[in-house]
T-cell receptor, first 114, second 112 residues
C-alpha cells in the first residue's frame, strides 16, 4: 500500500497558468524525486532532493522548480504552463541511494496544458 | 554511459501461457538491475532487483529474472500469467554514479 500521495491526479489548464503539483510521503524518507513520464518513453528524472533544503536538477532539463521545506513534502511548480509541459509527473521517495534502494512511487499527476 | 533497451513495446499473451519480457543494458562497469511494474492508473512498484549473488532473482507475483552478464541481459519471466498481470513493465539499471536509468517499458496484455 502506497504511503506517497500526489495531488491532483489529473489537471487540465490553459497556457500561462501557474500550477503546483503536490507530493507527500509518510515514510520519513530523506530522498525524494520527480520523474516525467511520456507514452513510449523512458522515465526521466527532472528533480531530486536528499533532504530538507536540498534540491538538485535531474538528468532531463525542466522549466519546473521544486522546494523541500519539510521532509515529507516535495512540491513541483510551473510558473507559466505551456502545451510542451503536458505529461505525467511521478513523485518517488527512497531510503537508500538510487543505486541500490527501492523507489516508492506515487500514482502520478497527469497534466494537460491547452 | 549506461542505457537500457526493452526490445518489445507490447507483448500480447493468453492467460496461463508463459511470458518473457526482454531487457538488455549497456554499461562498462558493474551494474544493479531492477524491474518495476505499473498497473493502470497507478505508480510504479518494484517487482524485483539484482544487486549481487545468485543470478536468478525471484520477485513478487510469481515473476523471476535472470542476470546474464555475458549477454548483458536481465529478462523477466513468468511461467503462467494471469489477467491481473496486465500492466506496463519497466527495466532499470544503475551503476556507481548513483544514476537510475529506465527503459521505455513493455506493455503486457493478457487475454482470457
Amino acid at each position: 500500500e502506497a504511503d506517497i500521495y500526489q495531488t491532483p491526479r489529473y489537471l487540465v489548464i490553459g497556457t500561462g497558468k501557474k500550477i503546483t503539483l503536490e507530493c507527500s510521503q509518510t515514510m520519513g524518507h530523506d530522498k525524494m524525486y520527480w520523474y516525467q513520464q511520456d507514452p513510449g518513453m523512458e522515465l526521466h528524472l527532472i528533480h531530486y532532493s536528499y533532504g530538507v533544503n536540498s534540491t538538485e536538477k535531474g538528468d532531463l532539463s525542466s522549466e519546473s522548480t521544486v522546494s523541500r521545506i519539510r521532509t515529507e513534502h516535495f512540491p513541483l511548480t510551473l510558473e507559466s504552463a505551456r502545451p510542451s509541459h503536458t505529461s505525467q509527473y511521478l513523485c518517488a521517495s527512497s531510503t537508500g541511494s538510487r543505486r541500490t534502494g527501492e523507489l516508492f512511487f506515487g500514482e502520478g499527476s497527469r497534466l494537460t496544458v491547452l | 554511459a549506461q542505457s537500457v533497451t526493452q526490445l518489445d513495446s507490447q507483448v500480447p499473451v493468453f492467460e496461463e501461457a508463459p511470458v518473457e519480457l526482454r531487457c538488455n543494458y549497456s554499461s562498462s562497469v558493474s551494474v544493479y538491475l531492477f524491474w518495476y511494474v505499473q498497473y493502470p492508473n497507478q505508480g510504479l512498484q518494484l517487482l524485483l532487483k539484482y544487486l549481487s549473488g545468485s543470478t536468478l532473482v525471484k520477485g513478487i507475483n510469481g515473476f523471476e529474472a535472470e542476470f546474464n552478464k555475458s549477454q548483458t541481459s536481465f529478462h523477466l519471466r513468468k511461467p503462467s500469467v494471469h489477467i491481473s498481470d496486465t500492466a506496463e513493465y519497466f527495466c532499470a539499471v544503475s551503476d556507481n554514479t548513483d544514476k537510475l536509468i529506465f527503459g521505455t517499458g513493455t506493455r503486457l496484455q493478457v487475454f482470457p
